[in-house]
Every structure is written in structure tokens, then in C-alpha cells.
């Protein structure tokens, strides 16, 4: 497939819930009615937790449309949680949040885009509560509930701010016409109301300085499967699953991109008996990276340990785990080190890698290319969760032949603290490198 947002202006963020499924499939068809779903503006649709028959037709009647990029997941995670998870993998110019509140007509889309192209300075629109209002207040002000325009830059300076106070960057903010209303279906005076704090500033996980404590997630485990490749991912599940450390202290986040029906529902079977946290599934394949941005968002841990599923481990791993944690703390990434020590040589191999960072943010250029890099090898680490989420990693533009390098070089330019995975626990380890699956990779 390809990647969503390339070369459109729009990417519409649509939540349903399972209240009412007859008026979020009503939704559902209004929105691909309308023009030029899929090529000129991109549709992606989450789903909390929808009942058996439901996903059973959203699978045979909806996720098969190439139109629209459906996520689902087993448990209610709300609106505001899948909207920041969807914010993060936009490639468009600008993002409009919608609910199943909506009754929109077949041009409101049309209209969305007609006012982009009026509007070009606008950076966040949305319906005002109440005559007294003030345009210069967007940010704290209340919006109508699923009905907020954002230019995709302005998310993208905020989230990094990481602060609890008004951001620093500058806003030019309007509000939708009563005709906008009308179009969307919306009525802003009788429905609830959007806090744009509330979902811009997401609260960070556990900080570098603060210690660890006993009665809090330690560890969120997210794994990316793709394809029918049972042997691999249920390998690795029953590998993690078993060990008798998985309590409170550890949650489990599973990215399935176009997983079999068979597979899917051999780890919906995990999930009902309780095993596994979280599974987010994307019929289609939203690559390796796409998915690894939605499950670190959702972890709530301050640790994440993210995994392929050609790897698994042996009995006992996860105390050792638990363990070094605790231990180094704090620390931005652990793994099986590897330095690549002809950094020249590969440069001049993968010369788009060295243009692609010199770009970032984060990159400032106080490596000769001749030095060695250190990175986690194998697709296996261990990262601090805000580290990953304040240097927005995987990034969207990433190649997956690039990522573990980029990681260590993005630790190693931010003076971070990477760290080798003690020997007794690397001993339990088993990486299976297989050749790569789907674009780009797969998942």
C-alpha cells in the first residue's frame, strides 16, 4: 500500500466507539462517499474494542477498501489516546479529529479542504462553545468534542515541548462557520467539549531523575508482527507469556499489521484469557515503523522493550530484565551492542542516511563520519519511553535498514546513556534474523 499522506493536503482521524455501531457505520459510509477518499485526502479509523460482529464486518465489508486505514483495539483506550497515537504517523499538511457524534453531509470533506485552501495561515480551527470565547484563548479555550482542525507542524512543535504550561509557538486560530456545523452534522452548543490541552500536551512518562516505584508499570513490551507467520509471533508470545514475573509491574502492547485471520484469532484467544495488555491490529500493512510509533504512544511504562517476532526467549528472562532496569536506571537504550566501526565505508553505502540525520534536530554534528557507531543490533532493545517519544522515534521517514543505527546515533549525539544487556540475560535471548517481510520491511 502506499504510505498515507504523501503528496495530500488532509488526513481525517476518525474514533468510533461500540455505543451505537448503526450510527458509527453511518459515519463510516458517509466519510468514503465522500470525493476523493484515498487519493486526494487519507481516512485512518480506530475502533475501541468492537464486539465480535462488529469486527466481523468491518473486516469482510470495510477493512478490505483500500480507502481508509482501519485500527482497532481489544480495549478501550478512548478518544483522546487514539487521537495523539493517530497525530504521531500524519504525513499531510493538516489533521481534523472526528467522533461518532457526527452526521456529516457528503461535502463536508470537499468543504474541509476548500477551507484550507482559503485559510493558509490557519494552525488550529475549531467550533466555539460560547459567544464569549476569544480567538487569542484557542488553546485553553473548550472546542466541540472530535471537531478540531490542526496544521500537523503545530502538533509536532508542541508534543516536543513536553510542558504543562501554554506553548511558546505562535497559533493563528479561527473558528468554523455555522455552515461548517451544518456540514459536519455538528451541533457545538448541546455537545461535550475538547480539551486541545488535554490532547496536545500529553502527560510524559516517568522522567530521567525520578526514581522508580514499586507500585507502577516498570515495563511496557511492544511487539510488531506481520503477515501469517505463525510459527514466529506465537513463538515469541508463549516465550513472554510464560514467565511468572508478569504482573502489575508489566504490560503487554502487540501491532499486528495485516495479520491472518488465523493468527488473529489464536491472539485474540491470549488476549480473553488475560495475557496480553493491548493488541492493535491494522488489516492493511501500516509498515514497521508506523506501527512501532502507535504502540510506544500507547505504552504507559516508563521502559519500553520493543521486539520483532522472529525473536524469543528463554525461562527466566524477564526477572533479569526487571532487574537491569532497576539497576542502571536511569539510562536512555540497552541491547546487544555493536559498533560499527567503518562508519566511512558504510556511509558511502547508505549515503541517504547521512543526509536524512544531518536533518534532524537532534543531529549536531560532533562525529566525524570516520568514528565508530554503537547501536542495539537485532531489532531487540531496551528504551527509556520519553526519550523515544521527546525524539520522535521510529521517525516517519525512516528506512528500516537505518533504524538500529539511527538509535544509537541519536543516543550518542544527545550525550545519552546506552548500555550492553547484562551477559546472563543475552545468554536468554534468541533472535532469529529473517529475511524481511512487506514494504519497507513489513512489521
Given at each position: 500500500?502506499?504510505?498515507?499522506?504523501?503528496?495530500?493536503?488532509?488526513?481525517?482521524?476518525?474514533?468510533?466507539?461500540?455505543?451505537?455501531?448503526?450510527?458509527?457505520?453511518?459515519?463510516?459510509?458517509?466519510?468514503?462517499?465522500?470525493?476523493?477518499?484515498?487519493?486526494?485526502?487519507?481516512?485512518?479509523?480506530?475502533?475501541?474494542?468492537?464486539?465480535?460482529?462488529?469486527?466481523?464486518?468491518?473486516?469482510?465489508?470495510?477493512?478490505?477498501?483500500?480507502?481508509?486505514?482501519?485500527?482497532?483495539?481489544?480495549?478501550?483506550?478512548?478518544?483522546?489516546?487514539?487521537?495523539?497515537?493517530?497525530?504521531?504517523?500524519?504525513?499531510?499538511?493538516?489533521?481534523?479529529?472526528?467522533?461518532?457524534?457526527?452526521?456529516?453531509?457528503?461535502?463536508?470533506?470537499?468543504?474541509?479542504?476548500?477551507?484550507?485552501?482559503?485559510?493558509?495561515?490557519?494552525?488550529?480551527?475549531?467550533?466555539?462553545?460560547?459567544?464569549?470565547?476569544?480567538?487569542?484563548?484557542?488553546?485553553?479555550?473548550?472546542?466541540?468534542?472530535?471537531?478540531?482542525?490542526?496544521?500537523?507542524?503545530?502538533?509536532?512543535?508542541?508534543?516536543?515541548?513536553?510542558?504543562?504550561?501554554?506553548?511558546?509557538?505562535?497559533?493563528?486560530?479561527?473558528?468554523?462557520?455555522?455552515?461548517?456545523?451544518?456540514?459536519?452534522?455538528?451541533?457545538?452548543?448541546?455537545?461535550?467539549?475538547?480539551?486541545?490541552?488535554?490532547?496536545?500536551?500529553?502527560?510524559?512518562?516517568?522522567?530521567?531523575?525520578?526514581?522508580?516505584?514499586?507500585?507502577?508499570?516498570?515495563?511496557?513490551?511492544?511487539?510488531?508482527?506481520?503477515?501469517?507467520?505463525?510459527?514466529?509471533?506465537?513463538?515469541?508470545?508463549?516465550?513472554?507469556?510464560?514467565?511468572?514475573?508478569?504482573?502489575?509491574?508489566?504490560?503487554?502492547?502487540?501491532?499486528?499489521?495485516?495479520?491472518?485471520?488465523?493468527?488473529?484469532?489464536?491472539?485474540?484467544?491470549?488476549?480473553?484469557?488475560?495475557?496480553?495488555?493491548?493488541?492493535?491490529?491494522?488489516?492493511?500493512?501500516?509498515n514497521k515503523a508506523g506501527m512501532q510509533r502507535f504502540t510506544f504512544r500507547l505504552a504507559r511504562a516508563p521502559y519500553i522493550l520493543s521486539l520483532d517476532d522472529d525473536m524469543y526467549f528463554s525461562y527466566g528472562w524477564l526477572g533479569l530484565m526487571k532487574n537491569t532496569i532497576r539497576k542502571s536506571h536511569p539510562f536512555e537504550v540497552a541491547g546487544r551492542l555493536h559498533a560499527l566501526s567503518n562508519r566511512t565505508l558504510w556511509?558511502?553505502?547508505?549515503?541517504?542516511?547521512?543526509?536524512?540525520?544531518?536533518?534532524?534536530?537532534?543531529?549536531?554534528?560532533?562525529?566525524?563520519?570516520?568514528?565508530?557507531?554503537?547501536?542495539?543490533?537485532?531489532?531487540?532493545?531496551?528504551?527509556?519511553?520519553?526519550?523515544?517519544?521527546?525524539?520522535?522515534?521510529?521517525?516517519?521517514?525512516?528506512?528500516?535498514?537505518?533504524?538500529?543505527?539511527?538509535?544509537?546515533?541519536?543516543?550518542?549525539?544527545?550525550?545519552?546513556?546506552?548500555?550492553?544487556?547484562?551477559?546472563?540475560?543475552?545468554?536468554?535471548?534468541?533472535?532469529?534474523?529473517?529475511?524481511?517481510?512487506?514494504?519497507?520491511?513489513?512489521?
Amino acid at each position: 500500500m502506499n504510505v498515507p499522506g504523501q503528496g495530500k493536503k488532509l488526513t481525517v482521524c476518525l474514533h468510533l466507539t461500540a455505543e451505537d455501531p448503526q450510527r458509527s457505520l453511518s459515519l463510516l459510509d458517509a466519510l468514503l462517499a465522500s470525493p476523493g477518499a484515498g487519493k486526494s485526502w487519507d481516512l485512518l479509523v480506530a475502533f475501541d474494542a468492537p464486539s465480535y460482529d462488529m469486527r466481523y464486518l468491518l473486516i469482510h465489508e470495510y477493512q478490505r477498501d483500500h480507502r481508509a486505514v482501519f485500527f482497532e483495539s481489544t480495549e478501550v483506550l478512548g478518544a483522546y489516546h487514539w487521537w495523539r497515537a493517530m497525530l504521531t504517523n500524519i504525513r499531510t499538511e493538516y489533521v481534523i479529529l472526528l467522533d461518532d457524534s457526527l452526521h456529516p453531509s457528503p461535502t463536508c470533506i470537499a468543504s474541509i479542504l476548500e477551507y484550507i485552501s482559503s485559510n493558509p495561515t490557519t494552525t488550529v480551527c475549531g467550533f466555539k462553545h460560547s459567544e464569549s470565547d476569544a480567538v487569542e484563548g484557542i488553546y485553553q479555550s473548550p472546542l466541540k468534542d472530535g471537531v478540531v482542525l490542526l496544521r500537523t507542524s503545530y502538533y509536532r512543535e508542541i508534543e516536543f515541548l513536553q510542558s504543562s504550561e501554554a506553548p511558546a509557538v505562535g497559533a493563528t486560530a479561527s473558528f468554523f462557520a455555522s455552515s461548517m456545523a451544518a456540514e459536519l452534522g455538528a451541533m457545538p452548543d448541546t455537545m461535550g467539549h475538547l480539551d486541545l490541552a488535554k490532547l496536545l500536551l500529553q502527560p510524559p512518562p516517568i522522567s530521567r531523575d525520578e526514581g522508580l516505584k514499586d507500585d507502577r508499570l516498570l515495563l511496557s513490551i511492544c511487539i510488531c508482527t506481520y503477515g501469517d507467520h505463525p510459527e514466529l509471533i506465537l513463538r515469541c508470545l508463549k516465550s513472554v507469556l510464560v514467565e511468572p514475573d508478569l504482573n502489575h509491574e508489566v504490560e503487554i502492547i502487540l501491532g499486528c499489521n495485516s495479520v491472518s485471520d488465523t493468527v488473529m484469532r489464536e491472539i485474540d484467544r491470549l488476549h480473553r484469557d488475560g495475557k496480553i495488555s493491548t493488541i492493535i491490529r491494522s488489516p492493511q500493512n501500516f509498515n514497521k515503523a508506523g506501527m512501532q510509533r502507535f504502540t510506544f504512544r500507547l505504552a504507559r511504562a516508563p521502559y519500553i522493550l520493543s521486539l520483532d517476532d522472529d525473536m524469543y526467549f528463554s525461562y527466566g528472562w524477564l526477572g533479569l530484565m526487571k532487574n537491569t532496569i532497576r539497576k542502571s536506571h536511569p539510562f536512555e537504550v540497552a541491547g546487544r551492542l555493536h559498533a560499527l566501526s567503518n562508519r566511512t565505508l558504510w556511509s558511502g553505502q547508505k549515503k541517504p542516511y547521512d543526509t536524512y540525520c544531518q536533518k534532524k534536530r537532534w543531529w549536531r554534528g560532533k562525529r566525524p563520519y570516520g568514528l565508530e557507531v554503537v547501536f542495539p543490533a537485532g531489532q531487540c532493545f531496551l528504551a527509556r519511553a520519553r526519550f523515544l517519544i521527546e525524539n520522535d522515534y521510529p521517525d516517519l521517514d525512516m528506512r528500516i535498514d537505518w533504524d538500529d543505527v539511527l538509535l544509537g546515533d541519536l543516543v550518542t549525539q544527545l550525550d545519552g546513556t546506552q548500555i550492553w544487556f547484562p551477559d546472563d540475560l543475552m545468554k536468554m535471548i534468541t533472535i532469529d534474523d529473517i529475511p524481511s517481510r512487506g514494504s519497507h520491511g513489513g512489521g
